[in-house]
Structures are given as structure tokens and as C-alpha cells.
T-cell receptor
Framework: GESVGLHLPTLSVQEGDNSIINCAYS??????FIWYKQESGKGPQFIID?????DKRQGQRVTVLLNKTVKHLSLQIAATQPGDSAVYFC???????????FGPGTRLSVLP | DAGVIQSPRHEVTEMGQEVTLRCKPI?????LFWYRQTMMRGLELLIY????????DSGMPEDRFSAKMPNASFSTLKIQPSEPRDSAVYFC???????????FGSGTQLSVL
């Protein structure tokens, strides 16, 4: 799979604002994508997923957008709350493999 | 459901010692994955099993690492002998099918002195 980098981007947002976390993927064969949230001292927790036959999927306060043309994935969090502070990972997979490749993660800090 | 259960939560050992990490996947899940997480390299897949059979162990760093899954409800990851560079958080994850969403355990924080 593709390698992940060392740099962990950080996003700071005010409580109540919307957050947008971005992820670029490199494998054009990837057809299944997941966003995970990892809080300190815990394992990654599933947030939302999307398959390549869709370009948008909504959950509770979260929306995932997929742009296959530019191989870009984003996670939007509405009305960000202090409990949303965590590291967010995107993961990609293809229907033929069973190896989810994880991005480097983005640290979200919610300011009071 | 109790989720994926890993033990121990923390392990501190000396270089050269054997370390065994344990995992109980979610009941009914057919695939089990071992990941390692470090600040430098992020989340790396070490090995995964389908129906208790190892499918891809290309991520296992060296022969010092080995993993087993003797039955559908238990897996171990063993490091022998351990080295300081093995210090990391080791996660076990399971899924209903290999290419479905993964459910992670809480991880084992390993420190090799």
C-alpha cells in the first residue's frame, strides 16, 4: 500500500463552528473509504463510510464527500463540540484487497 | 457486544524478553487484523487473518514477530526477542468480512526498555 507521511496536520476550530478535514488518497482502484476518530489512549472509532458509487453521505452531524476525479475525501463536522477533539484518520480499501491503508491523520482541536 | 478486547493494556519489558499480546475479536467476525501505531509511521498493518488463516503477513517487520489465531475467538502477537524499537501501540481489529469496516480494540501500549 501507499506510505503515510510523518506530518500530522492540525486544525483548530471554535466551538460551534463547522469543521472540514481533508484527505488525499493515491490509489485510483480504492472503492471504499472510512473515517475514523481516535481519542487519546483509545483505539480508532468508526465514524462514517462511503463507497465509490456515491459522492456524498450524511450521518449525525457528519458528512463525507468523495471526489474520485481528484482522489479527495473530506469529513465535515457540523457545530463542532469539545468532544470532537481527536485525531481523525481516513482509510481506503479496494474490493480486491483486505488491507485498509490509513492516512497520517489530522488533529482537531476545538477551542472554547 | 463487548467489542474487540485486547490485553494487556500496558506492557513494560526489558530488551530481549518475550512479549505476547492477546486479542479477542467481536463474535461472528471472520477477519482479524493486527496494527502497530507510532508517531513516526502512523498506523501500519502487520498481519491479517481470514477465518483463522493468515492471509498477508508482509507487514510483519522481522522474524522476531509472529502471530497466531488458533480459533475464531482468540489471536496472539508475539515478539521474541523484543527490542526498544518495538515500542509502540499495538491494535487488534476485526471485521465481519475483510473489506468491511474495522472495529478496533483499545490497544496495548508496549514499552521495551
Amino acid at each position: 500500500g501507499e506510505s503515510v507521511g510523518l506530518h500530522l496536520p492540525t486544525l483548530s476550530v471554535q466551538e460551534g463552528d463547522n469543521s472540514i478535514i481533508n484527505c488525499a488518497y493515491s490509489n485510483s482502484a480504492s472503492d471504499y473509504f472510512i473515517w475514523y476518530k481516535q481519542e487519546s489512549g483509545k483505539g480508532p472509532q468508526f465514524i462514517i463510510d462511503i463507497r465509490s458509487n456515491m459522492d456524498k453521505r450524511q450521518g449525525q452531524r457528519v458528512t463525507v464527500l468523495l471526489n474520485k476525479t481528484v482522489k479527495h475525501l473530506s469529513l465535515q463536522i457540523a457545530a463542532t463540540q469539545p468532544g470532537d477533539s481527536a485525531v481523525y484518520f481516513c482509510a481506503e480499501n479496494n474490493n480486491y484487497g483486505q488491507n485498509f491503508v490509513f492516512g497520517p491523520g489530522t488533529r482537531l482541536s476545538v477551542l472554547p | 457486544d463487548a467489542g474487540v478486547i485486547q490485553s494487556p493494556r500496558h506492557e513494560v519489558t526489558e530488551m530481549g524478553q518475550e512479549v505476547t499480546l492477546r486479542c479477542k475479536p467481536i463474535s461472528g467476525h471472520n477477519s482479524l487484523f493486527w496494527y502497530r501505531q507510532t508517531m513516526m509511521r502512523g498506523l501500519e498493518l502487520l498481519i491479517y487473518f481470514n477465518n483463522n488463516v493468515p492471509i498477508d503477513d508482509s507487514g510483519m517487520p522481522e522474524d522476531r514477530f509472529s502471530a497466531k489465531m488458533p480459533n475464531a475467538s482468540f489471536s496472539t502477537l508475539k515478539i521474541q526477542p523484543s527490542e526498544p524499537r518495538d515500542s509502540a501501540v499495538y491494535f487488534c481489529a476485526s471485521s465481519f468480512k475483510g473489506n468491511e469496516k474495522l472495529f478496533f480494540g483499545s490497544g496495548t501500549q508496549l514499552s521495551v526498555l
